[in-house]
């Protein structure tokens, strides 16, 4: 599952967030272009899940800002 605002703002910045499950775990991805505020070079963060649904908490302090700067407060 991909998630995005209703106006397609992290498509727009060209990132991606979703849910999938794959060998039997859940997992969450961020992608994004490289930024300077990311340690890695690729702009990813992936997180294991409970259960499939989104939950920007489980991201380091870093990702969640910058999920949130990209979203402008708009409903995922």
């Known amino acids: 599952?991909?998630?995005?605002?209703?106006?397609?703002?992290?498509?727009?910045?060209?990132a991606s967030l979703r849910v999938r499950q794959s060998h039997g775990a859940i997992e969450q991805t961020f992608k994004c272009p490289v930024?300077?505020?990311?340690?890695?070079?690729?702009?990813?963060?992936?997180?294991?899940?409970?259960?499939?649904a989104l939950d920007l908490d489980a991201f380091p302090a870093p990702e969640r800002a910058w999920i949130a700067e990209l979203g402008q407060g708009e409903p995922l």
């Open 1 to 14: 599952i991909y998630y995005d605002t209703p106006d397609w703002r992290l498509r727009r910045a060209k």
């Open 35 to 52: 930024h300077a505020r990311f340690a890695i070079g690729r702009g990813e963060c992936n997180c294991e899940l409970a259960s499939a």
